[in-house]
């Protein structure tokens, strides 16, 4: 398994931006996983953001945040990003980075990804 860290989150006004950042406490390195990006609402399940492939030549967004959300890669500083722009308040969720060895597909389940961080909070207010 892959020991992943995300930084970035915290309180924002609707409108706002925030950048997301994952990496990993050891010397494991990124460059070769699928990697993915979830949040989970209070409440609510847990749910499909963004994924990446190890490349960062082919990715996928959902569709409740295509246009204001981005992901990115850079395997050099073994670490993933979520850019997110355009925040609305049902944003609002505790986002996982995940790690997953299984190859990048659009439709990336939870159950494909065998790491998780421990998740930052992202709160946007209206």
């Known amino acids: 398994q892959v020991q992943l860290v995300e930084s970035g989150g915290g309180l924002v006004q609707a409108g706002g931006s925030l950048r997301l950042s994952c990496t990993t406490s050891?010397?494991?390195?990124?460059?070769?996983?699928?990697m993915g990006w979830f949040r989970q609402a209070a409440g609510k399940a847990r749910e499909f953001v963004a994924a990446?492939?190890?490349?960062?030549?082919?990715?996928s967004l959902a569709d409740s945040v295509k246009g204001r959300f981005a992901i990115s890669r850079d395997n050099a500083k073994n670490t993933v990003y979520l850019q997110m722009n355009s925040l609305k308040p049902e944003d609002t969720a505790t986002y996982y980075c995940?790690?997953?060895?299984?190859?990048?597909?659009?439709?990336?389940?939870?159950?494909?990804?065998?790491?998780w961080g421990q998740g930052t909070q992202v709160t946007v207010s209206s």
């Open positions: 995940a790690a997953s060895s299984t190859t990048y597909s659009s439709s990336m389940l939870p159950s494909h990804f065998g790491s």
């Open positions: 050891g010397r494991t390195f990124i460059s070769s996983y699928t």
């Open positions: 990446i492939n190890w490349s960062g030549g082919r990715l």
